[in-house]
Each structure stands twice: as structure tokens, then as C-alpha cells.
């Protein structure tokens, strides 16, 4: 009977343990919705900084080519710029080991053409997916998918 209390006890702070590193993945992850809410605030961009490996990368196609950390936040800054109300809201999120996949809602109301459109204040509302993995407690990549063609339709009124 000692040993299988030892194990039940064993199994408990293992469990504990993994959940606790389960969190603090999440936690990690929810850094890179912060910034792009908020792509123009310094605090969000050093915690992006700290969440994420030197060779992140941000794959959007299967072209072969990703972004790099530092392109990735140039773009978010010209974000910031374009669209000042920017939101990036986590709508669920699910984790399995180092991987956790986000669905979230962007929206926003670009303050000149986006992509060429010219959405004369218009607002978009999309449907955004994102895949980050994660290694030693750091996003080394994120697969993602934006809904870029509603955001289109909706700016130019159609």
C-alpha cells in the first residue's frame, strides 16, 4: 500500500507540474496577441521580444519564405501607424504539449488605403487561426491565417 500512495502522490505532482508548464505556454503566447493590439506600445514590443526565440518565425504561406522577428515587428509598427485601434482578441485557445492554436478576432479601421483599399473609415471584423510552437518556453513559430479577403470586402463596402 506505501508504494502505491508514493505513486499516487508521484502522479500528482507530475500532473501538477505539466499543468503548470501547460500555463505558462498559454501565458506566453497570449504576449504576442498583446502586441498586436497594441503594436506601437514599447512594453508590449520588449515582452514580444522576451516571448519569443531569436529565429522566430511567422509562416503565413507555403511560399517557402517566412518573416523574421524583426520584419515582423516593422510590420507591426506600420500597423500601429495604419490602423490605431487595432484589436487582436482571443475568441479560444487550446493547447497540445508545446503547441497551441489560437482562434481570434481581428478588427480595425485603417486610417488610409489597406492593401490598396480605400475603406473611407470603414472598419473590418475577421476571423484570424494561428498554430505557435513552442520550445523551452519560447514561440519558435507561428503558422497563421488572417481572413484578409472579408477584411477587403467589408472596407470598400461590398
Known amino acids: ?6 505513486l499516487g502522490a508521484a502522479t500528482v505532482a ?3 507540474c505539466a499543468t503548470s508548464v501547460f500555463a505558462d505556454n498559454k501565458a506566453t503566447v497570449t504576449v504576442f496577441y498583446d502586441l498586436l493590439s497594441d503594436p506601437g506600445n514599447a512594453e508590449h514590443v520588449e515582452a514580444f521580444q522576451g516571448a519569443t526565440s531569436d ?4 509562416i503565413g504561406d507555403y511560399s517557402g519564405k517566412a518573416k523574421s522577428r524583426e520584419a515582423f515587428l516593422g510590420q507591426m ?3 500601429a501607424q495604419l490602423m490605431p485601434d487595432i484589436e487582436w482578441a482571443i475568441q479560444d485557445m487550446h493547447q497540445d504539449g508545446d503547441t497551441v492554436i489560437v482562434r481570434s478576432r481581428a ?4 486610417v488610409g488605403p489597406f492593401f490598396g ?6 472598419s473590418f471584423d475577421i476571423l484570424t487561426i494561428d498554430i505557435h510552437e513552442l520550445e523551452d518556453g519560447k514561440i519558435v513559430r507561428t503558422y497563421h491565417v488572417e481572413d484578409w479577403a472579408t477584411a477587403l470586402q467589408q472596407l470598400s463596402g461590398k
Open 1 to 6: 500500500m506505501h508504494i502505491k500512495h508514493l
Open 14 to 16: 507530475f500532473a501538477a
Open 55 to 58: 529565429g522566430w518565425e511567422s
Open 77 to 79: 509598427g506600420g500597423f
Open 107 to 110: 478588427t480595425g479601421t485603417p
Open 117 to 122: 483599399v480605400d475603406g473611407q473609415g470603414r
